[in-house]
């Protein structure tokens, strides 16, 4: 294994094929998976705490528990992935490597330990257990604090991971109709359920690498989406950041919201007249196109600016090839589907559920990427990857929702890729 | 260099012309009796005044310091920032600008927060949070209004035709923002509506009729008039108009009030206003044309500085024409009022509410005094009374 590469892999290989009945009736069918990961929890959170121990006196967890706990975060993985419509088949019980078809490669011997890691373990874990709530954790166990009026103080199991949920949620309707899961929502999930895998492991001492939020390192083993015609570029490996400008980044934001907030009025105008030119002429007048372009374009500077995913203060006009995060959008107008065009606004809706499930990651992402970068004068590289993915979707969304291009934003974490032209086999021509 | 001469030759004198008009007052040849402070305020009054003040100058005095250091070695070293903007000439400056604001903030956030102790040391209000967090977004609005102050100035110094003669355009383009200011500024503050029975009393005398607001959420006892045309607006601070104050002291201070707007203090400010900006632009092109003038985005941290200088340089004379207003407004008061005993009151009353120091150092009285002292407005209200009496 390299040792670069993370101990904690998740690997899928699910055909997108969906049962409409077994979607249908996904949650009651895990009933019984329910009670049983109930129970496990509860031994798995009692064999934690043994663990804490044992790894801090001796530097290594103890061979048993390390197994029973690689088991328990197996399964949830099998469970997360069976919830959130990730994979089709029906898990087992006792979470078998290789058995389900998203599944997750744990350390199979316990790992040496670094004991002050191991010491404030779930200090260190805070930042990685509330990207795991945004990401999609995926179900496991949490202590449920409640007041004295009425609530109960309690631990119990749930599911988190608001870009999960949404994903199973717009999955089921899909998968209904379809009978296959979108290629995208399926990505997006099975990068919330191997964040999840990794951010168990490091709490239940597994492993101590911290966990990785760069999705191509999360999904290596799993295709890339075709290539979107808009879609973001840049030198992923800038990672400095001034600390100057990290400090003031919020009172520095605030001219380019003002900008923002007036070009905004003046952008939905030039929409709306847009949208009856294109139910019109199949397609969009290229003055509007450009100027929401320029449009699109200014607000990823201004919101990679802003997240930290990008370093250098943007300008203020949109233009392309000045910001070290751009966007390739069309050059010239394409020609739209008129039905698309008509039901826009309804076909976005989706689109904006997976958004807004991204710019809370994105949220997050730069409140942790604030301090990082304020210490050591560079953003972390999963952060900044995670940004960058979060930054490309929701730049998909805007273009498609200004008309810039009919194709639907791709959820997938990963960057898309130019689809290889089919290999004909040429016959000769003579013999 | 002929043309230069010439230009000023005629240039000074319209200056002088101008700020002698825009001076001229209602206020008469007066000379003021001299009064004893010591028989006036009590000598735990004028102690606990004079330490606070004290206090206050020197806080000043540091921050003032701290800021030119800062700006000094930001307009050296501050275009080393350059490489952190991908914002273009104009943007970039932009980004200078707000980095030289920043730092002067971070390097006058412990006196700020020093203030604060001050304050609270000697009873009055004070918020560590708004010195510290309130400001850093206050920060914000700071940037915004630099950021047009900028564009419009880079904007124009860039054009060709225009180069290095910006500042002529660049002067009446921020007086004509400063009138639109305040002429906005009085609808976007709000505040109650206040009735007392000798607000038409003194509109009459005063011959203005305005809406009289009143402003909740401030600890501090004050008054302002503000506006332009149908817009001129007096704003009350609630402080005020709550115990100790009384309501003939309320009226007297409406009338000051009212008397700036009567005076037409607000179009004269705005014609310092102009009388000063020509001037100071026309210097801060001259100071950053070695640079490469203001087109340029490393002259802004140099501008910035040159700006800040300028302003220090001019707070001694805007001080002197502000305290004109006032005395002027002081004297409108009077004669609206005819109540000389209430004025005299409110001033001593502010001795022991606001630690004013009644006779301040002459230092502070030219450069942070923006009011005739305490002890000038209680001899004009002296004055006043021996001159009605028979």
Same mark, same amino acid.
Request: charged share 15%.
């Given at each position: ?42 031994? #798995? ?6 663990? *804490?121990? $044992?790894? +801090?006196?001796? !530097? @290594?967890? &103890?061979?048993? %528990? ?97 870009? #999960? ?6 999955? *089921?309707? $899909?998968? +209904?109709?379809? !009978? @296959?899961? &979108?290629?995208? %929502? ?246 | ?390």
């Amino acid at each position: 294994m390299d040792p670069h590469e993370h101990p904690v892999r998740l690997a899928v290989e699910d055909d997108l094929q969906r049962s409409r009945l077994t979607v249908f009736l996904r949650l009651i069918l895990a009933i019984p998976h329910f009670i049983w990961f109930g129970l496990w929890s509860i031994a #798995a959170f009692l064999a934690s705490i043994v663990n *804490w121990f $044992a790894t +801090l006196v001796t !530097g @290594r967890p &103890p061979s048993w %528990l390390h197994r029973f706990l690689c088991a328990y975060i197996r399964y949830s993985v099998h469970l997360s992935a069976y919830l959130y419509l990730t994979a089709n088949p029906y898990p087992g019980f006792f979470g078998t490597h290789g058995e389900y078809p998203v599944d997750v490669d744990l350390p199979s011997e316990p790992q040496l330990q670094t004991r002050w890691k191991t010491l404030v373990r779930i200090i260190l874990a805070i930042p990685a257990l509330v990207l795991g709530a945004v990401l999609g954790g995926g179900i496991g166990f949490w202590y449920t604090g409640g007041g004295r009026s009425g609530s109960r103080r309690n631990s119990s199991f749930s599911s988190g991971g608001f870009l #999960a949920v949404v994903c199973a949620f717009l999955g *089921w309707w $899909a998968s +209904l109709f379809l !009978g @296959r899961m &979108p290629r995208g %929502l399926r990505d997006a999930g099975a990068y919330g359920v191997g964040y999840g895998a990794q951010v168990r492991a490091y709490a239940l001492l597994i492993t101590d690498r911290y966990p990785n939020t760069d999705p191509t390192a999360l999904l290596e083993s799993v295709q890339p989406p075709p290539l979107h015609p808009v879609r973001v570029v840049g030198d992923a490996h800038d990672l400095r950041r001034s600390r100057l400008t990290v400090f003031f980044r919020l009172p520095l934001l605030i001219p380019h919201l003002v900008w923002l907030y007036l070009w905004s009025i003046v952008a939905l105008l030039v929409l709306i007249l847009d949208w009856f030119a294109t139910l019109a002429r199949g397609r969009p007048p290229r003055a509007f196109h450009r100027f929401l372009s320029r449009f699109v374009r200014y607000e990823l500077h201004l919101y990679a600016f802003g997240s930290l995913a990008a370093n250098p203060f943007p300008g203020f006009t949109g233009a392309p090839g000045t910001y070290p995060l751009d966007l390739v959008l069309p050059e010239e107008p394409q020609r739209q589907n008129r039905w698309k065009t008509l039901f826009r606004l309804f076909l976005l809706v989706p689109a904006w559920l997976v958004g807004a499930a991204l710019s809370y990651a994105l949220f997050t992402c730069a409140f942790f990427t604030w301090f990082v970068a304020l210490v050591t004068g560079s953003a972390p590289w999963g952060m900044r990857n995670l940004s960058a993915y979060a930054l490309r979707y929701l730049a998909q969304t805007n273009a498609y929702f200004s008309l810039l291009t009919d194709r639907y934003p791709h959820a997938s974490p990963l960057e898309g890729e130019e689809a290889e032209p089919e290999h004909v086999e040429l016959e000769p021509a003579y013999t | 260099m002929t043309r230069r001469i010439a230009a000023a030759a005629v240039l000074v004198p319209v200056w002088v012309v101008a700020g002698w008009l825009l001076w001229r007052s209602s206020l008469p040849a007066y000379h003021l009796p001299h009064l004893n402070e010591a028989a006036l305020f009590s000598p735990h009054v004028l102690h606990r005044a004079r330490r606070f003040s004290g206090g206050e100058r020197l806080l000043w005095l540091a921050q003032t310091i701290t800021q030119l250091v800062v700006l000094g070695l930001f307009a050296l070293y501050g275009v080393r920032w350059t490489r952190e903007s991908a914002a273009g000439p104009v943007g970039t400056g932009m980004l200078l600008g707000m980095i030289g604001f920043a730092l002067v903030w971070a390097a006058e956030l412990p006196f700020a927060v020093l203030d604060v102790w001050w304050r609270h040391h000697y009873g009055l209000s004070g918020s560590y949070v708004q010195a510290t967090i309130g400001n850093w977004f206050a920060l914000g609005v700071q940037f915004v209004l630099l950021c047009v102050a900028l564009a419009i100035v880079m904007g124009l110094a860039r054009v060709r035709r225009i180069g290095d003669r910006w500042w002529l355009l660049a002067a009446p383009v921020f007086v004509g923002l400063r009138i639109l200011l305040a002429f906005v500024s009085p609808w976007l503050l709000g505040g109650s509506a206040f009735h007392a029975r000798y607000v038409a009393q003194l509109e009459r005398r005063e011959q203005v009729h305005v809406p009289v607001r009143v402003l909740s959420g401030f600890s501090e006892p004050n008054a302002f008039a503000t506006g332009l045309g149908g817009s001129r607006r007096v704003f009350l601070w609630r402080p005020i108009l709550e115990r100790p104050f009384t309501p003939r002291m309320d009226r007297f201070v409406l009338a000051h009030e009212l008397g700036h707007l009567a005076h037409n203090h607000i179009w004269k400010s705005i014609g310092w206003y102009a009388l000063f900006a020509f001037p100071l632009a026309f210097l801060i092109a001259l100071a950053t044309r070695r640079r490469g003038g203001m087109g340029v985005p490393e002259a802004v941290p140099l501008a910035i500085f040159v700006y800040v200088v300028l302003q220090l340089a001019a707070l001694p004379l805007q001080n002197v024409v502000s305290r004109h207003f006032e005395a002027e407004a002081d004297w409108s008061a009077l004669r609206a009022t005819h109540d000389p005993v209430a004025g005299r009151r409110l001033f001593r009353l502010f001795a022991s509410q606001t630690l004013d120091d009644p006779n301040p150092p002459w230092w502070d009285y030219v450069f942070l005094e923006n009011h005739p002292t305490l002890m000038q407005r209680i001899e004009m209200t002296r004055y006043y009374a021996a001159a009605q009496s028979p």
